[in-house]
Every structure is written in C-alpha cells, then in structure tokens.
C-alpha cells in the first residue's frame, strides 16, 4: 500500500499514472498536475518553503540503506557480540581493525554503507552495537580494570562478550 508523497492519499490504479508506478515515483495525479504546472522558480520555492519533507525522505532513504546493508553482514539483524537488535545503535565493524583509516579514504557513516554496497559487500566486517565497538576499541584497558575498580561490585561486559 502506497501513499502520495504530498498529500498522503491512498495511491491507486486511477490516480497513480502508470510511467510514475513503475519508477516508483508515489505521487498522485492531482498533486502532480499541480506540480507540472508550477514553474522551476515557484517549485524552487515550494522546495525551500518545506525543507522538512525533502529532510524527511533523506533521512527514510538513508534509514532503508542502512538496514539493507547490515542485513547483509547479520541475519537476524543484531550485534555479532551482545545480541543488541536496536538498529539505530548498530553499526558496521573492521573485523580485523583499520577502520578508521578505511573510512578517511571512502568515508564514514552513510557513505560508509554506500561504499560497502557499491562494492558488492566485501568480507571482513561484521555488526556491532556502539557499546561493543567500545568495548573492541577499549579491550587493552580490561585488564587494568582490577587494579582501578572494586572487580566485585564491577559489571564486566567485555569479558562476558569474549572481547
Ligand atoms: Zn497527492
Ligand atoms: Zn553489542
């Protein structure tokens, strides 16, 4: 079930023209008409009149990316170490380290994803929560931990994920 990306009404046979069905373009025959009869300058406006909507669908396409590249390193979709399944604290790990040096080169974040997509999904990564990351990034510390914390009294996370 589609809805008109201006309106919101229900997308049908009769009000969804059949060349914008199959590029998937969701909009209705009546908001377009009124799109097709505005002129680049007062569709310019229209656009800088409500940023929120472009902002909107930038921010579901990039969400849909995201959770179509994770999907491909984790099925079921979740941290290769705790489990977590929250997909906004997901993220993509260097198995073997240089990430960061990595992402400097093609870029961190969405590009990042973009990347791994456009490059057909290479090995050597895997899902972490951001917790998880840390505790990666952090591990050499764990075993300083007894000489600076009451061990009885401390939750060792990073242990108990076999980091
Ligand atoms: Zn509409
Ligand atoms: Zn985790």
Sequence with gaps: MSRCLRCGSL??????????????????????NKEATKTPEQQKVYRDKHPEKRQFWNRKQKLKNKIEVLSHYANPLKCAMCGETDIIVLSIDHINGGGRKHMAEVG???SFRYWLKRNNYPEGYQVLCM????????????????????MNNYNQKGDENGI
């Design 131 to 150: 917790n998880c990351q840390l505790r990666k990034l952090n591990k050499h510390l764990y075993s300083i931990l007894p000489e600076v914390v009451d």
């Design 11 to 32: 997308l049908t046979e009769e009000n969804w023209h059949p060349s914008r069905r199959r590029t998937y373009y969701k909009i209705c025959k009546s908001c377009y």
């Design 108 to 110: 961190s974040g969405d």
